[in-house]
């Protein structure tokens, strides 16, 4: 504790951002963003990069940053496949009405990929030099703003449908929350659109092992039914060795080898560093360093023992630091810095460094730790095609070229689980509380082979059905997803004694909380072999051990996670801009491995994510191993 509260100290007089002048403009009664946007000729878009709390609403009297116009032009967006005015205009903060306005020429025929459309107020000279291009109009059945529930209709095949996440389609419709009923009508977003399949290339392509339907729905960005619909013979299972009819999305795609879809091989990145350019690398953490050294030396030794924010920043900056020394002891030409991000749920300081600081020649930025700040920091550095890391958050937002999230989504977790279960021939019944209905709607939709357990009158499971769902001499994965530990202690102890005549696996989508109360013992895990998808692996290699010991010996404490992937990140971003091809042909064409973590990032739907993951189960020797 004596040397966080040295080393809190320490940071307080490393950090000082100087504040950003711009344009000040106090917010009118009544007055919106928009409104305010309009009037300066801006976006609101712009304002929220300097103003990120205003994305919550502005009251009177708030002060807000404008950014000065451009000399009257109009900001330029060039239309991605893909790409609709919807999401043209949630990217940068402006309504589908400006955006038809100020482009009603361009846009008479409809909107088509490499249109450049203004996503600002335009000016008269602007307006003058677009002509008109010539496109063709595309074919859009109707723009949906409502859904009526159907027969048989999940909320993730409704969600799917439209391309909302479950989330979004909740939030949107509050009342589903608990379950879906027939004949319900839905609020979907403005401007979504249902679109007739249209006229593409197929090309065969022959399944590979441990693929699944939904893992190759993904891979062509085709929905299960249709990839059915196209092969017929799917109705029978999928199986290794297919010749499956599959879009090409313009390229040609015979086998996994021959298509850029190929898995990376793994990479030590140390043997093919350049050494001859100077490399920069910054860190944006969280410290709240101008909060902190307000309160007296008693309040920050509380601080440090309650505020976990606080201790999640300094453990992930101790695993930077010697990532950061390791660089350095190896010759890496490297220049390092970190600057405090002050930030809430609701606002930052990002713009303000971003715009007192050069960012320019940076080549890789790590953090912040938000979602929410980490994407306006990579909006504001994509003029310099600045890599930006982020490093903590599940969450996912708006698909950025330049920004990279090592925490693999859940959808993926998920997948490589049910690929697991492929591999293994296994079979697969599902025991899924009536309270996580995401759960259910996602097996429903995506894995219609799994059986689905009961529960009787009283709540407690239906042994005698779960019998004739299990199999004799097949691995039988026991999919599970309970909200109570009573429940859960009851499941597991019948599964205990059901392995005298099966072969039963107890699996999980994550580690709940549930699982680690008191009442159930760990020994009953253990003995199910309880399976559960990874993020992390086990640190067990002599190197990795060799890591724990030293960062022991500086910090008096060995490692947790948050040490380990401050190190992975950042040890991994060093080497790959310290790449001859840089950072952004390395992420893409290379997966590499360190303490905990690997990244293996792909770009899908625009978002750049890693693919990385591991299964891991609970043995009988109480100790967490890697499923092989």
């Not at 482009?103 to 008479?108: D, G, R, V």
């Not at 090409?248 to 091989?265: E, R």
């Not at 010697?322 to 609701?346: C, Q, R």
């Not at 600045?386 to 969450?395: F, G, M, N, Q």
Request: proline share 4%.
């Amino acid at each position: 504790m004596i040397k966080r509260v040295v080393f809190l100290f320490s940071l307080i007089f490393l950090f000082a951002l100087p504040v950003q002048s711009q344009i000040k403009h106090v917010v009118a009664k009544g007055e919106t963003v928009f409104q305010i946007a309009k009037k300066y000729e801006v976006t609101p878009f712009d304002i929220y990069r300097l103003n990120p709390d205003a994305k919550n609403g502005v009251q009177e009297n708030t002060t807000l940053l404008i950014p000065k116009a451009t000399s009257g032009k109009g900001v330029i967006h060039v239309v991605g496949e893909k790409e609709t005015l919807f999401g043209i205009a949630k990217k940068y903060n402006v309504s589908v009405a400006d955006l038809e306005a100020w482009n009603k020429a361009t846009l008479q025929n409809g909107l088509k990929k490499g249109q450049e459309i203004f996503v600002s107020k335009p000016s008269a000279a602007d307006l003058k030099s677009v002509s008109t291009p010539v496109v063709s109009k595309p074919k859009v059945v109707s723009n949906a703003t409502t859904h009526l529930v159907e027969a048989k209709e999940t909320k993730y095949g409704i969600a799917t449908k439209y391309g909302l996440t479950v989330t979004e389609l909740e939030q949107l419709n509050p009342q589903i929350v608990s379950g879906l009923n027939i004949g319900q009508t839905l609020i979907l977003k403005p401007g979504v659109q249902i679109k007739k399949p249209s006229n593409v290339t197929l090309v065969d392509y022959e399944v590979q092992p441990k693929e699944t339907l939904y893992s190759l729905s993904k891979k062509f960005d085709i929905a299960q039914g249709d990839l059915i619909t196209l092969n017929p013979d799917l109705q029978d299972g999928l199986k290794i060795g297919m010749i499956l009819k599959v879009p090409s999305n313009g390229t040609v795609v015979t086998k996994v080898k021959d298509s850029v879809l190929v898995a990376k091989n793994k990479v030590n990145l140390l043997a093919s560093v350049d050494k001859s350019k100077q490399k920069n690398l910054v860190l944006l953490l969280p410290f709240n360093i101008n909060k902190i050294e307000t309160d007296s030396v008693k309040t920050k030794t509380e601080q440090l023992k309650t505020n976990k924010f606080l201790n999640l920043t300094l453990d992930f900056y101790a695993g930077a630091l010697m990532a950061v020394d390791s660089a350095k002891v190896l010759g890496l030409p490297i220049n390092v810095k970190v600057y405090d991000v002050e930030s809430t749920k609701y606002s930052s300081n990002v713009a303000s460094i971003i715009s007192k600081n050069d960012f320019e020649n940076v080549d890789v930025v790590v953090g912040p730790f938000q979602n929410s700040v980490v994407e306006t920091t990579a909006q504001l550095l994509t003029k310099y095609n600045t890599p930006v890391i982020s490093p903590l958050s599940k969450e996912r937002g708006l698909p950025l070229s330049n920004l990279y999230y090592t925490v693999p989504s859940e959808d993926l977790l998920r997948a490589s689980m049910f690929d697991y279960f492929k591999s293994k021939n296994g079979n697969v019944v599902a025991i899924i509380s009536a309270k996580k209905t995401t759960s259910k709607d996602f097996i429903t939709a995506n894995h219609p082979e799994v059986k689905h357990a009961a529960f009787n009158d009283k709540g407690a499971l239906d042994v005698a059905l779960l019998k004739t769902q299990l199999v004799k001499g097949q691995k039988n994965f026991v999919l599970m997803e309970i909200e109570k530990a009573s429940t859960i202690l009851s499941i597991t102890n019948i599964l205990k004694g059901l392995q005298k005549e099966y072969d039963i696996q107890l699996a999980v989508f994550e580690l709940y909380d549930a699982l680690n109360f008191e009442e159930i013992p760990m020994k009953n895990l253990a003995d199910l072999k309880l399976l559960f998808p990874s993020a992390t692996k086990v640190a067990s290699t002599p190197e990795e051990k060799q890591f724990e010991k030293q960062f022991k010996k500086i910090n008096n404490i060995y490692p947790n996670a948050a040490a380990k992937k401050g190190f992975d990140v950042t040890f991994d971003a060093l080497l790959r801009i310290c790449q001859p091809e840089g950072f952004v042909k390395s992420a893409a064409t290379t997966k590499t491995e360190y303490i905990e973590n690997a990244f293996d990032y792909n770009s899908s739907n625009g978002l750049i994510s890693n693919n990385a993951t591991y299964l891991l189960y609970y043995d009988s020797d109480l100790t967490i191993k890697q499923a092989q």
